[in-house]
C-alpha cells in the first residue's frame, strides 16, 4: 500500500511517497491549478465514481443533467474508476496537481492525516448537515474533531447462508446463527460434516471487516486511552477475541485463502457453494445467483459479538483541498446525495441512503418483492443497530493498521501465539504513537 509522508512548510509543500518514489505534491497555494473552464466559459468540474459506469451510467447521467440544467454555468465530466484501481489514481491526480473536484474513494485515513481533503464542516452548511444521519456524517470522515467528507449511500451487515448446506450438515435451515459463537459453532459442524467451509470471510484490511471491526463487535473498543498516546489493546478480552478467530482459521471454518483474498472473493466463494455462511451487506450480490443458487440462499441478521451492534459501511464523497472551484464541487456533492437522489439510488440496488428524509421513506417498510428486497430490508432494520466502520481517530492510522494486519495474520498462520501478537501490536503501537 502506498503511504503519503507529508511535512508542511508556510509555502503548503508536501512528501508524497508512492512504492518508493518520492515526490511533491503542492497543497494550499504551492501551483494550484487555474479555473478549467469551457470555451463557453463554463466551470467544469470532474466527478469520480467507483465501478457504477456499467450498471448506472443512466442514473448518472440522469442525475448530472438536471444538475447541469439547474446550473448553466457548470458542466460535470464524469469518471468511473475501478474500485481496485481508485486509491493509486487519486494519489496520481494528487501528485500531478490535477485532482477530481468531486471524488468517491477509498482509504480515508491515509489521506485524511495529511490534508489534503477539504473540511466538510467549514463548506457545508449546517441546515444540510442536520438533513444526514449523524452515524454517517460522523463517521468515515471523522478526523481530529472534523469531517471531511459528504456522506453518500451506505450498508448495514446482514447475512448470506446456504440452506442446503445446513441440511446437509444437521442444522435447521430455518434456525441460523444469533451470534457469533454460534456461527463458529455451526460453522464447525459444517466443516465436520460436509467438509464445505463454515463462514465466507475475507481477512484482509481492505473492506468487510478487518481485525480491529472484529474487536469492535466483541466490544473490545476504544482502542487507546484518553491521550490517544497509547493503545489498550493488549487485554483478556481482545486475547480471546484473536483465539477464537486464529482457531477457525486452523480449523478450516474460514477458507485459507481468506489471507489473501482480493476484492468480492468472498463472495464468490458463498456463490461457488464452498462456504455455507456470508456476513455481508446487501442484495446486490443476487445478480449473481443462478436460478439454482436461489432456491438456496436465505437471508438472516448479522451474528452479534459481546457489543451487540452490528458493523456499517459508507461510500462518500470528497472534494480535495487542490480543487479550483472546492465551493462548486460542495454544491455538486450536496446533490448527488440529497433525499430524492439517494432514494431513487436505492430504488435501482439494494443499498441504504445516509440522509434522514430518505431513510425514514415508506419504501424501506415495504414488503420484499425479491431476495435482493429481503436483504435490503434486514440491512434496514438493523440500522439502529450498526455502527459505521470507521478507524479510531488518531494520527498514523494507516500504519497503525498494517501492523495491527501483520500479526494477526502471523497469529492465523500459526507463527506466533495470540498473546505475542497483541504484546507486539502493543510495542509496536505504542513506539510509533510516542515518537510520531
Known amino acids: 500500500m502506498a503511504h503519503f509522508r507529508q511535512a508542511f512548510s508556510r509555502a503548503g509543500r508536501c512528501v508524497a511517497t508512492a512504492g518508493a518514489m518520492t515526490v511533491l505534491i503542492g497543497l494550499g497555494g504551492c501551483g494550484e491549478q ?19 459506469g456499467d450498471a448506472f ?31 493509486e489514481k487519486f494519489i496520481a491526480a494528487l501528485v500531478a496537481d490535477d485532482p477530481p473536484d468531486v471524488a468517491n474513494v477509498y482509504d480515508l485515513p491515509r489521506f485524511l492525516e495529511h490534508g489534503v481533503i477539504s473540511n466538510m464542516d467549514q463548506l457545508v452548511p449546517a441546515a444540510e448537515v442536520e438533513k444526514r444521519l449523524p452515524v454517517f456524517w460522523r463517521g468515515v ?83 487507546f486511552d484518553e491521550s490517544r498516546r497509547r493503545t489498550t489493546i493488549n ?16 480449523d478450516k471454518i474460514v477458507p485459507p485463502e481468506s489471507l489473501a483474498a482480493s476484492s468480492r472473493d468472498e463472495v464468490n466463494w458463498f456463490i461457488e457453494g464452498r462456504a455455507a455462511m456470508l456476513p455481508f451487506s446487501g442484495g446486490w450480490i443476487t445478480r449473481y445467483f443462478d436460478p439454482s443458487f436461489e432456491k438456496k440462499a436465505a437471508v438472516a441478521p448479522q451474528p452479534r459479538g459481546r457489543a451487540d451492534v452490528v458493523p456499517a459501511t459508507n461510500q462518500v464523497l470528497v472534494v480535495p483541498r487542490a480543487s479550483s472551484h472546492p465551493h462548486e464541487a460542495t454544491d455538486f456533492a450536496l446533490f448527488v446525495t440529497n433525499d430524492k437522489n439517494q432514494l431513487e439510488f436505492c430504488r435501482r440496488v439494494s443499498i441504504l441512503p445516509s440522509t434522514k428524509a430518505a431513510a425514514a421513506d415508506p419504501y424501506f417498510r415495504q414488503p420484499p418483492q425479491t431476495l435482493a428486497d429481503a436483504a435490503s430490508r434486514a440491512s434496514a432494520r438493523d440500522l439502529p443497530n450498526s455502527f459505521v466502520i470507521a478507524p479510531p481517530d488518531v494520527p498514523g492510522w494507516s500504519r497503525l493498521e498494517d501492523i495491527l494486519h501483520e500479526e494477526f495474520a502471523k497469529a492465523l498462520a500459526g507463527e506466533q501465539t495470540s498473546q505475542q501478537a497483541l504484546q507486539r501490536i502493543e510495542d509496536k503501537w505504542n513506539y510509533r504513537l510516542r515518537f510520531q
Open 141 to 223: 470522515g471523522q478526523y481530529q474533531g472534523a469531517n471531511y467528507v459528504i456522506p453518500w449511500y451506505a450498508s448495514v451487515n446482514m447475512m448470506w447462508y446456504n440452506r442446503a448446506l445446513f441440511r446437509d450438515a444437521g442444522l435447521d435451515p430455518g434456525r441460523p446463527p444469533k451470534t457469533l459463537d454460534e456461527m463458529f459453532a455451526m460453522g464447525q459442524q459444517i466443516r465436520q460434516r460436509t467438509g464445505k467451509y463454515g463462514v465466507s470471510w475475507r481477512l484482509h484490511p481492505n473492506l468487510v471487516a478487518p481485525p480491529w471491526v472484529l474487536l469492535r463487535m466483541e466490544g473490545v473498543w476504544p482502542l
Open 57 to 87: 451510467a443512466d442514473y448518472i447521467h440522469g442525475m448530472i443533467a438536471t444538475y447541469e440544467a439547474e446550473h448553466p454555468d457548470v458542466r460535470i465530466k464524469w469518471v468511473d474508476v475501478s474500485g481496485a484501481e481508485v486509491g
Open 235 to 250: 487485554s483478556p478480552k481482545a486475547l480471546s477475541v484473536f483465539e477464537q478467530w486464529v482457531e477457525a482459521y486452523r
Open 34 to 52: 487555474s479555473s478549467e473552464k469551457s470555451s463557453e466559459g463554463e466551470i467544469v468540474l470532474e466527478f469520480w465514481t467507483i465501478a457504477l
